[in-house]
C-alpha cells in the first residue's frame, strides 16, 4: 500500500475563521481538493483576525478531524511560542512544510529560522500570498524592508521553494530575492460554482452594488466612493468588510457623508463566508478597485455566481469586458469606474442579464480550462 505524504500547512487563520479573506479560503480550498493525495495538517492559530477570542466551535490545542484526511490544531497564543513551533513540526515528522504568509512572525519566521539553524528538515514551501506586490509592501514598509534584507543576508530564499500564484507575483518573488530562488507558478484552487440564478429584478435607471473586502487602503474602497460622486442614477451600495484600518475607516465614513443623495450605503462589516454566495446572489454587480490581488476569491465567487464584477487591473481576472463578464479598468483612470457604474445601471433586465450569463461562462472556462492539481502535485513531488 503507497503510503501519503505528510504535508504540513502554517497558517495564521484557518475555518472557521473568515475575517482575513482570501488567504483562509486558499488553504481551505487547498486542504479540500489535495486530501485524498497526501496526509494533511493544519497547524493555524485558535482566533480570528484582530480577535482576542477563540472561534466558537473549536477545541484549542489538540489535533481534530476538520475533514477525513485533513486535521487541524487550533493553537492558543501560549501555544505558539518558537521552541512549540518545533514540536509541532517534530511530532508530526512532515515531507512537506507549506507556510502561507511572507511576514507572519509565528508561522513564516518560526519555521524559517528552524530550517536555517537545522533544526527542522522538511522540504520548505513559502507562498508570499501577495504581500511582495509593492503595494502591499508600502504598508508598515520600513519594517518590511528590514525583516526581508535580514532573510536575504541570512540566505534563507535559497532554502525554500517559492509558490507564486500568477506572473506578477513570480516577478515579486524574483525581484525581491534575485534569478537563482526556485518559483513555482500555480494559481489558486478556486472554490466550486453553482447554477446560473439571476439576480433581483433589475429595473432601468437602479444598481445594487456590493463591495467585499478588508476595509483598508489596499482594497481601494474610499477610491469607489469618489468615483460614486459623478454617477446621477440611483445605486445602492453594501460594503462588507473588517475595520482594520481605524483612521481609513473614518476617512470612508467622511466620503460617505459627502455623497448624494441617489447613492444610498450600507455597511455590514464582517459576513461569515457561508453567508457570502447569498449575499453575492441578492446584489446586480461586485466591485473591488483593489490596489492588488494575487488571486481574488471574492471576485471569483461574484463570477461563479453570474454576477458581473467592475474591478482594478490590478488582479488575474483579465479582458473581462470581451466577454461580458464585467470591466477591468486602471487606477490611473477613476472616471472608467464611474462610466462603468453608469452603463451597468442604465440596462434594461434583459441586456443585464446577458451579462450576467458572460461572467457565469467566464468562470465556467476558466473551471473547464484549468490544470491546477497536477501542477500542485508537481510541486509538491
Request: contains cysteine; charged residues 25%; positive net charge.
Given at each position: 500500500m503507497l503510503i501519503k505524504k505528510k504535508v504540513l500547512i502554517l497558517t495564521d487563520w484557518f475555518d472557521p475563521a473568515y475575517k482575513a479573506g482570501g488567504p483562509i479560503r486558499s488553504a481551505v480550498n487547498f486542504v479540500k481538493q489535495m486530501k485524498n493525495d497526501y496526509q494533511i495538517f493544519v497547524l493555524t492559530g485558535d482566533r480570528d483576525l484582530n480577535e482576542i477570542r477563540s472561534l466558537k466551535g473549536i477545541r484549542s490545542n489538540e489535533w481534530i478531524e476538520y475533514v477525513p484526511g485533513v486535521k487541524v490544531f487550533y493553537a492558543s497564543v501560549?501555544?505558539?511560542?518558537?521552541?512549540?513551533?518545533?514540536?509541532?513540526?517534530?511530532?508530526?515528522?512532515?515531507?512537506?512544510?507549506?507556510?502561507?504568509?511572507?511576514?507572519?512572525?509565528?508561522?513564516?519566521?518560526?519555521?524559517?529560522?528552524?530550517?536555517?539553524?537545522?533544526?527542522?528538515?522538511?522540504?520548505?514551501?513559502?507562498?508570499?500570498?501577495?504581500?511582495?506586490?509593492?503595494s502591499a509592501l508600502d504598508f508598515k514598509k520600513q519594517k518590511k524592508k528590514i525583516f526581508l534584507s535580514f532573510l536575504k543576508w541570512m540566505k534563507i530564499p535559497q532554502l525554500v521553494s517559492f509558490?507564486?500564484?500568477?506572473?506578477?507575483?513570480?516577478?515579486?518573488?524574483?525581484?525581491?530575492?534575485?534569478?537563482?530562488?526556485?518559483?513555482?507558478?500555480?494559481?489558486?484552487?478556486?472554490?466550486?460554482?453553482?447554477?446560473?440564478?439571476?439576480?433581483?429584478?433589475?429595473?432601468?435607471?437602479?444598481?445594487?452594488?456590493?463591495?467585499?473586502?478588508?476595509?483598508?487602503?489596499?482594497?481601494?474602497?474610499?477610491?469607489?466612493l469618489q468615483a460614486l460622486k459623478q454617477v446621477y442614477q440611483n445605486i445602492s451600495l453594501t460594503i462588507v468588510g473588517s475595520p482594520e484600518d481605524i483612521s481609513y475607516r473614518n476617512l470612508c465614513k467622511r466620503i460617505i457623508s459627502e455623497l448624494p443623495k441617489n447613492i444610498q450605503v450600507t455597511f455590514l462589516n464582517e459576513?461569515?463566508?457561508?453567508?457570502?454566495?447569498?449575499?453575492?446572489?441578492?446584489?446586480?454587480?461586485?466591485?473591488?478597485?483593489?490596489?492588488?490581488?494575487?488571486?481574488?476569491?471574492?471576485?471569483?465567487?461574484?463570477?461563479?455566481?453570474?454576477?458581473?464584477?467592475?474591478?482594478?487591473?490590478?488582479?488575474?481576472?483579465?479582458?473581462?469586458?470581451?466577454?461580458?463578464?464585467?470591466?477591468?479598468l486602471p487606477l490611473t483612470a477613476p472616471w472608467g469606474f464611474t462610466e462603468a457604474i453608469d452603463r451597468c445601471a442604465s440596462m434594461s433586465p434583459e441586456e443585464f442579464n446577458e451579462w450576467c450569463e458572460g461572467a457565469w461562462q467566464y468562470c465556467k472556462n476558466y473551471l473547464e480550462s484549468s490544470d491546477i492539481k497536477q501542477k500542485y502535485l508537481q510541486l509538491f513531488s
Open positions: 501560549q501555544n505558539l511560542r518558537l521552541n512549540n513551533i518545533k514540536d509541532h513540526i517534530s511530532s508530526i515528522a512532515p515531507d512537506i512544510v507549506y507556510l502561507n504568509s511572507m511576514f507572519s512572525k509565528k508561522f513564516t519566521v518560526y519555521p524559517l529560522w528552524l530550517k536555517r539553524s537545522n533544526r527542522i528538515s522538511p522540504k520548505i514551501i513559502l507562498a508570499p500570498r501577495g504581500m511582495l506586490k509593492p509558490h507564486a500564484t500568477d506572473e506578477q507575483e513570480r516577478k515579486d518573488i524574483v525581484s525581491q530575492f534575485g534569478n537563482d530562488v526556485k518559483v513555482k507558478m500555480i494559481s489558486n484552487f478556486p472554490g466550486s460554482q453553482d447554477e446560473l440564478t439571476y439576480p433581483p429584478k433589475k429595473e432601468k435607471g437602479f444598481l445594487k452594488m456590493l463591495f467585499i473586502g478588508r476595509i483598508h487602503p489596499i482594497k481601494g474602497l474610499d477610491f469607489l459576513v461569515p463566508h457561508h453567508a457570502i454566495n447569498a449575499l453575492i446572489r441578492r446584489h446586480h454587480v461586485f466591485c473591488l478597485p483593489t490596489k492588488g490581488e494575487n488571486f481574488g476569491h471574492a471576485i471569483f465567487e461574484a463570477l461563479a455566481a453570474g454576477r458581473p464584477v467592475i474591478i482594478s487591473d490590478q488582479t488575474p481576472w483579465q479582458n473581462l469586458t470581451r466577454y461580458n463578464a464585467g470591466w477591468d
